[in-house]
């Protein structure tokens, strides 16, 4: 039995699994810190955006190094 495909595509799909789980650990932190004091969301706000776009950029930049390797 032979496995034909890309090894490039099980690469990415790795990137986007993790990029999702980063995602949700970023805005799990997030909801508890405003959970346990409401103040201090204008504080903790941006900083979540921050880290969401850190951790999207991350997935992206996977998904243009599969497309220069393949």
Do not use: D, K, W
Request: hydrophobic residues 60%.
């Amino acid at each position: 039995m032979e496995i034909s495909g890309s090894l490039n595509a099980i690469g990415y799909g790795l990137s986007a699994i993790g990029g999702a789980i980063g995602v949700g650990l970023v805005f799990f932190a997030y909801i508890s810190g405003v959970a346990r004091q409401p103040e201090a969301q204008r504080v903790l706000q941006p900083i979540a955006f921050l880290g969401l776009a850190l951790t999207e950029a991350l997935a992206i930049l996977g998904l243009v190094l599969a497309f220069i390797v393949g």
